[in-house]
């Protein structure tokens, strides 16, 4: 096989392969929870595509760190390298994608779920703030949220990011960064969010009472606890 340094490259005008547009609010027009779907599909996407890439990788026996040189500073010929260069490239696209999806996604959900109203009333005549948002009363408001809880919190850890966000024990939880009791895989999707998602803000929401909740939750390690949430839920 006749080794070509550098690769050849696509044309200039030719769109990177793997690279879908993200949806767009103005296509959805005051449907922000079709818009939100539309988001949680796109992501569902990138992750499959991120992970057929991972899997040309391997059959080519490279990862994102595999030097494509040998130890005198030539291209490597036992390998082939214009596959995994085209397939590194994709998948940063694909993994900045990731990123800018999840985004969108924290700003549409709490879009989508948000009360429509700007305060809401408790019976002492004052509205209660939760992590900066205000609960919306379940009997004042349109039925907009899903129709079941995914989890339900069972304890919540001093100090921990899920104490922080403002979780507590007992909250049934209806949303987590777009996981539903109807998404594949349930309780366990959320694990695999908050695998992905250390530093980044999540939209949750929670049912509280009968009170509906919207908190923003950062996952972080070395906060003084196990895992990165700090709290325990359980299917519902």
Not at 37 to 47: G, P, V
Not at 118 to 131: I, K, L
Not at 153 to 163: Q, W
């Amino acid at each position: 096989m006749d080794l070509v340094w550098p690769p050849p490259q696509p044309p200039a005008d030719q769109p990177p392969a793997h690279t879908l547009p993200l949806p767009h609010p103005e296509a959805y027009p005051d449907e922000p929870r079709e818009y939100a779907r539309a988001l949680m599909q796109r992501r569902d996407e990138i992750e499959k595509e991120i992970e057929a890439l991972k899997d040309v990788l391997s059959s080519h026996g490279a990862t994102p760190q595999t030097s494509l040189v040998d130890p005198e500073g030539y291209p490597r010929g036992d390998i082939d390298i214009y596959a995994i260069r085209h397939a590194r490239s994709a998948l940063v696209r694909l993994q900045n994608d990731r990123i800018e999806v999840t985004d969108r996604l924290g700003l549409a959900l709490q879009n989508a779920f948000a009360p429509s109203s700007s305060s809401s009333a408790q019976p002492n005549g004052h509205s209660e703030t939760v992590n900066g948002h205000k609960p919306a009363s379940a009997a004042g408001e349109e039925p907009s949220w899903p129709e079941r809880p995914v989890a339900r919190v069972n304890t919540v850890a001093s100090g921990s990011p899920a104490a922080d966000a403002g979780l507590r024990p007992a909250d049934l939880i209806y949303s987590f960064e777009g996981v539903t009791a109807d998404s594949p895989g349930g309780i366990q999707a959320i694990g695999s969010v908050v695998a992905r998602s250390e530093g980044t803000t999540l939209a949750i929401l929670v049912l509280r009472q009968e009170e509906r909740v919207t908190l923003s939750l950062t996952p972080r390690n070395g906060w003084g606890g196990r895992g990165m949430l700090g709290c325990h839920i359980l299917p519902v």
